[in-house]
């Protein structure tokens, strides 16, 4: 069973940084897109970036450009994102998504629920002074 474990959430005030982890388990990320979705509440759930595991090619939505960086370290299957300069607006929780149709070509602010097949429990980020 393919799963994600994402944890590094918590409170910052605006303007503070975060680095969120994204482990997975029961598979290895060799082949896969993986990328980055928030639910913020009241909010559809919106992508936020997405990399491309083999080539390390990495994409986001405009609101974040800048500000966050997608990476990942290919011996530990876990994908990472650092989040700087964080506003009120980028609260939310934060989980990571993939499936073997998910595909980081597709414009970041396009991707939907019916983007991914699997996606993990999500670590809450919240920007507030």
């Known amino acids: 069973q393919r799963q994600f474990v994402e944890s590094g959430g918590g409170l910052v005030q605006p303007g503070g940084s975060l680095r969120l982890s994204c482990v997975t388990a029961g598979f290895t990320l060799d082949n896969y897109h993986v990328g980055w979705f928030r639910r913020a509440p009241g909010k559809e759930d919106e992508g936020v970036s997405c990399i491309i595991i083999k080539y390390d090619r990495t994409y986001y939505r405009d609101s974040v450009k800048g500000r966050f960086t997608i990476s990942r370290n290919y011996a530990k299957n876990t994908v990472f994102l650092q989040m700087n300069s964080l506003k009120p607006e980028d609260t939310g929780v934060y989980y990571c998504?993939?499936?073997?149709?998910?595909?980081?070509?597709?414009?970041?602010?396009?991707?939907?629920?019916?983007?991914?097949?699997?996606w993990g429990q999500g670590t809450q980020v919240t920007v507030s002074s």
């Open positions: 998504v993939t499936g073997p149709n998910y595909d980081c070509s597709v414009d970041v602010s396009r991707q939907t629920r019916r983007s991914y097949d699997y």
